[in-house]
C-alpha cells in the first residue's frame, strides 16, 4: 500500500475516532483537522492501518538474559 492510502486510511480511521471524544480545538490533545492531519502523516510512513509496523524495528538479536 503506497503512502498516500495509508494517509487515507490513517486520516478516516482518527476522524472517525474524534466523533468518539469531542474536544474544543484549542485542547491539545484534541481530535482536530489539525492535528489529525499530522497524526495521519505520521502514521502513514511508519504503520499500516492494523498498526503494524512497516519496518521492522529493533536489532533482530534476541535477549535471552535474565534480570538479575
Not at 502514521?43 to 535477549?63: A, C, F, P, Q
Amino acid at each position: 500500500m503506497n503512502r498516500f492510502k495509508l494517509f487515507v486510511g490513517h486520516w478516516k480511521k482518527i476522524r472517525e475516532d474524534a466523533k468518539k471524544y469531542p474536544q474544543p480545538w484549542w485542547v491539545g490533545g484534541s481530535y482536530n483537522l489539525w492535528n489529525c492531519f499530522w497524526w495521519a502523516v505520521h502514521n502513514s510512513g511508519t504503520h499500516d492501518l492494523n498498526g503494524e509496523y512497516l519496518i521492522k524495528v529493533g536489532n533482530g538479536l534476541e535477549n535471552n538474559e535474565k534480570d538479575t
